[in-house]
T-cell receptor
Framework: KQEVTQIPAALSVPEGENLVLNCSFT??????LQWFRQDPGKGLTSLLL?????REQTSGRLNASLDKSSGRSTLYIAASQPGDSATYLC???????????FGTGTRLQVTL | GAVVSQHPSWVICKSGTSVKIECRSL??????MFWYRQFPKQSLMLMAT?????????EQGVEKDKFLINHASLTLSTLTVTSAHPEDSSFYIC??????????????FGDGTRLSIL
């Protein structure tokens, strides 16, 4: 059974700092890995999708890497802004049923 | 592109009533839709996988008679919470997948429905 863990569970940083969020998964036989953002009481916004054959993806100030063999992914946020404050979830797609297994999330607060 | 609309966004109802939540893919055809449940400050838990024209596949521990799922078209899936009770109060989120892209395709998520049972 796939298990996804995110570290840290919560993070507070001052504006302008670069930061790294971590995601680890137990079954390396994944199809892809997605990073999402969730604001309080809202749905999910997809940030980046990395296919199993890829090593990283970039979008603006965000960079996600994938090391499938070690079961790890990182989300790098450059020059953080207060608007980046949200919960960040990673999810991996595994199995013939194409299911997503979500991590526990990292609650990020960027302070002025 | 790839917009998923979920309705209603918020519903409050009395215990014992049934509540229907709709999930629509607005600009693409979704062969597969997924329904998730999220408790406060917790992650999303998959409830069921819904394929157009066939019965939904429920995850272990999810009561299929309590949570009725219908996926009658390539753009619409519904979740009906039957005889809802306070313990069914939660945030429900659907997602839709573009089937033709295969297993590597992303899931696109709705904005969720907050259900409160009094």
């Amino acid at each position: 059974k796939q298990e996804v863990t995110q570290i840290p569970a919560a993070l507070s940083v001052p504006e302008g700092e670069n930061l790294v969020l971590n995601c680890s998964f137990t079954d390396s036989a994944i199809y892809n890995l997605q990073w999402f953002r969730q604001d309080p009481g809202k749905g999910l916004t997809s940030l980046l999708l990395i296919q199993s054959s890829q090593r990283e993806q970039t979008s603006g100030r965000l960079n996600a890497s994938l090391d499938k063999s070690s079961g790890r992914s990182t989300l790098y946020i450059a020059a953080s802004q207060p608007g980046d404050s949200a919960t960040y979830l990673c999810a991996v797609k595994t199995g013939t049923a194409s299911k997503l297994t979500f991590g526990t999330g990292t609650r990020l607060q960027v302070t002025l | 592109g790839a917009v998923v609309s979920q309705h209603p966004s918020w519903v409050i109802c009395k215990s014992g009533t049934s509540v229907k939540i709709e999930c629509r893919s607005l600009d693409f055809q979704a062969t597969t839709m997924f329904w998730y449940r999220q408790f406060p400050k917790q992650s999303l838990m998959l409830m069921a996988t819904s394929n157009e024209g066939s019965k939904a596949t429920y995850e272990q521990g999810v009561e299929k008679d309590k949570f009725l799922i219908n996926h009658a078209s390539l753009t619409l899936s519904t979740l009906t919470v039957t005889s809802a009770h306070p313990e069914d109060s939660s945030f429900y989120i659907c997602s839709a997948q573009v089937g033709v892209e295969g297993w590597g395709s992303p899931q696109h998520f709705g904005d969720g429905t907050r259900l409160s049972i009094l």
